[in-house]
């Protein structure tokens, strides 16, 4: 996983709510689909590239698919940002 791949899954609109909705805590797929007027195919297209950002960790319970945020990744990406913003004063 590239910083590029996780500020490609944080471009898109649809993916940063996705992660808001899961600051309150984890939600299934069918909970996370009822807040967005698409089809479930494209959410899915949009849940695999927050995974392979890996700032979504996915668990099975029965049938359904519970998303967690990851916070480590949007963390560390962050940080690496804010190394690219920093200016030497020596």
């Not at 996370?32 to 700032?55: C, G, M, Q, W, Y």
């Not at 990744?73 to 020596?90: M, P």
Request: charged content about 20%.
């Amino acid at each position: 996983m590239s910083i590029n791949t996780v500020f490609e899954a944080l471009s898109h609109p649809v993916r940063r709510k996705v992660l808001a909705l899961l600051k309150n805590g984890p939600m299934s797929a069918g909970e996370l689909a009822a807040h967005f007027a698409i089809s479930r195919p494209t959410l899915s297209v949009h849940f695999n590239k927050l995974k392979e950002a890996d700032l979504v960790a996915v668990e099975r319970q029965g049938t359904s698919l519970i998303y967690h945020l990851k916070t480590s990744v949007l963390e560390d990406a962050l940080a690496g940002l804010f190394d690219l913003t920093e200016r030497n004063h020596d």
